[in-house]
């Protein structure tokens, strides 16, 4: 099991829109509708921000999609604000009760 | 409203094993979810270790399957990480957390539920 491989870091401004990819492979976030994303605070435990690629846990703004095209998932955050400045990170049922971590990716609000 | 709670030492001895408690409050660990072990090195991302079903079985990271346990004490309502023949790469903060329960029902892949994590150094 290899991490799923997302950029180290992204940036926008305030009000922008800005995504995070999320790459792997047909054995965990191709084969599976089964991806989630975390948002980690400094110090902080993670936070799942979505869910079953794009569902919204009740709480998570709707500036918070998700999709998937084939091997690849993708975070979008819309009207960027000061408080999305975070480490995000992508996860994927990964089968046999198994699931994997992508490497992170830091967001700056600038 | 469920909170869980990691403790354990904090300093570990190379090739020694590493023991951490989860203590969950709020919930009874035998009625149901999964329930999870998460490690994060320092300024590294995410690592799964394993999860524990409320029913007793479990499921482990292949890559620690080998040196990876993880039991239930529903007497306390704990449950429990021992990692045996650790190293320096051991070295993480080491959180616990629940499975979330959707209308899909309980869910192993993702959490919604953590505790603050535990700090561990392997060293000696």
């Known amino acids: 099991q290899s991490a799923l491989t997302q950029p180290r870091s992204v940036s926008g401004s305030p009000g922008q829109s800005v995504t995070i990819s999320c790459t792997g492979t047909s054995s965990d976030v191709g084969g599976y509708q089964y991806v989630c994303w975390y948002q980690q605070h400094p110090g902080k435990a993670p936070k799942v921000m979505i869910y079953d690629v794009s569902e919204r846990p009740s709480g998570v703004p709707d500036r918070f999609s998700g999709s998937k095209s084939g091997n690849t998932a993708s975070l979008t955050i819309s009207g960027l604000q000061a408080e999305d400045e975070a480490d995000y990170y992508c996860?994927?049922?990964?089968?046999?009760?198994?699931?994997?971590f992508g490497g992170g990716t830091k967001l700056t609000v600038l | 409203q469920v909170q869980l709670q990691e403790s354990g030492p904090g300093l570990v001895k190379p090739s020694e094993t590493l023991s951490l408690t989860c203590t969950v409050s709020g919930y009874s660990i035998s009625s149901g979810f999964y329930w999870g072990w998460i490690r994060q090195p320092p300024g590294k991302g995410l690592e799964w270790i394993g999860s524990?079903?409320?029913?007793?079985?479990?499921y482990y990271n292949p890559s620690l399957k080998s040196r990876v346990t993880i039991s239930v004490d529903t007497s306390k309502n704990q449950f429990s990480l021992n990692l045996s023949s650790v190293t320096a790469t051991d070295t993480a903060v080491y959180y616990c957390?629940?499975?979330?329960?959707?209308?899909?029902?309980?869910?192993?892949?993702?959490?919604?539920?953590w505790g603050k994590g535990t700090t561990v150094t392997v060293s000696s």
């Open positions: 996860c994927s049922y990964a089968g046999s009760y198994t699931l994997i």
């Open positions: 957390a629940r499975g979330a329960n959707d209308s899909r029902g309980y869910r192993l892949y993702y959490m919604d539920v």
């Open positions: 524990l079903h409320h029913s007793g079985n479990t």
